[in-house]
């Protein structure tokens, strides 16, 4: 029975030579008895490395009864049992070694040739370190590291944890309401006592048909409310941006969209004080949040300078979230997974002006008013907030500089990054035989209508420093003057 077992630790005065053991016993998922003993080791020596990390000394030792003296207590809380510790390998060599010195048969105890480990469960889910300590901190487990007896319960929790079962203060508490380590550790990173919440410490669980759905549900709304009800300030904590990030990777993995529409995400916010959290439900717009700017510097560096961090998802999803989990967010339109944008969609009279090539043709698709009278769908490409709306790309593009860092991304990123800008027609036929020609960049287009070039006011003291142009051979050659290469490519 996984919920029935023992768990040990060894503390050492040298290489194997013990100088104290904690002992915890687990029946049924419920702690019946512990014990502790310190003991002296041979001529009571230490090592001072071994000292610096428990701290015990000789002197705590010099009364001490010898290994041989308590292994009546040790062999019965072993004996035909099955046995867990963290670095098992570890405490299971100190006790065979051990043993051997005092002349004591290992297959007595009758157990297993290994035991059970929890350092490499919990290196196998994930954990970075894995050692005892981060294990403990990660899920909110007390822990006097390196006392026996303590570091001995703390293995038995994380073991209990593992196999679905919580344990404090001896009393067994049952996690089958969420049976999913990866919500466990998002509870304990928030500090939501989630097993308090759902059943009582007096109280069985009744096994009734549908029960572990709807906890289960119960505890992802729990989790939802909490993280929306943060501000930046409890974003202070590293623990609470990663349970944000966790919880978005799990709701993915179980294809919670419907969850995830009303959860709150995170981005940064930069500002001459630095940069602060921000959290928002994911925007629904033409333009939504981009993935995180680390995801995709590497294929779209000049972009990067352009975007601001506030525009795309926390860099701590990076850090959890994998490639295929972007994807899936930007499926279902909660994200943008690339800076460049490939829209279906029938297009909005806007659309049609900018990206028609022939002006006259508009005669044959609207009215008389100017309202279409042909839907005229297709593909098309644009540049994620690579426009003029406010605090966009455009508008944030008050000086010469900043309009040569988009012609620079414009002419040697945006054009050799997107296909439709030398694959760039499209046919359309509308009232039966008459052929509509339409260019498929439509922030090609964009850019050659909008002010979008700073020119300096040299003339007027009086004037503004810098005057918006519409992009012209003139105020562009001015612009990029060294580079005859991108004035051709641009007209």
Known sequence: MKNTFTAIDFETATSHHICAVGIVTVENGE?????????????????????????????????????????????????????????????????????????????????????????????????????LAACCKANKIELNHHDALSDAKACAELYLMHHNRYVSNGISKNKELINDDELVMIFKKLDLNFHQRLISNKVQAFEISGVDNYKQEYAI??????????????????????????????????????????????????????????????????????????????????????????????????????????EWLDNFGFIHYSP????????????????????????????????IIFDIEMEFSDFAYLSYTENHIYDRNPTTSSSLKIFNFLLNEASVKDPFFTDNTESVIVDNDKTILFDKALWFKRSKSIQLVNVKNTEDENANKFSKEIPSLKNISELIKNNSELINKYF
Request: glycine share 4%.
């Open 31 to 131: 702690v019946t008895d512990e014990y502790y003993s310190l003991i002296q080791p041979p001529d009571n020596e230490y090592n001072w490395h071994n000292i610096q990390v428990h701290g015990i000394t000789e002197k705590d030792t010099k009364n001490a009864p010898s290994f041989d003296e308590i292994y009546p207590e040790i062999k019965k809380r072993l004996a035909g049992r099955t046995i867990v510790a963290h670095n098992e390998s570890f405490d299971r060599g100190v006790l065979k070694k051990t043993m051997a010195d005092y002349g004591l048969d290992y297959l007595d105890l009758n157990i297993a040739d290994k035991w059970e480990c929890t350092l490499k469960i919990y290196r196998a889910k994930g954990y970075k370190p894995a050692n």
């Open 221 to 326: 709304e729990d989790l939802k409310n909490k993280i929306n009800l943060l501000n930046g300030d409890d974003y202070s904590s590293d623990d609470k941006i990663q349970a944000n990030a966790l919880f978005i990777k799990w709701l993915i993995k179980h294809n919670k969209k419907d969850v995830i529409k009303d959860l709150k995400i995170i981005s940064l916010e930069k500002s001459s004080d630095g940069s602060k959290v921000v959290s928002q439900v994911f925007p629904k717009s033409k333009h939504l949040l981009l993935a995180p700017k680390n995801f995709f510097k590497s294929d779209y560096p000049l972009y990067s300078e352009l975007i601001r961090e506030k525009d795309c998802m926390h860099p701590v999803y990076n850090e959890i979230l994998e490639s295929a989990d972007f």
């Open 340 to 371: 460049l944008v490939k829209r279906k969609e029938k297009l909005d009279i806007n659309t049609i002006e900018l990206l028609i090539q022939n002006p006259d043709d508009l005669a044959h698709i609207t009215d008389d008013e100017g309202r």
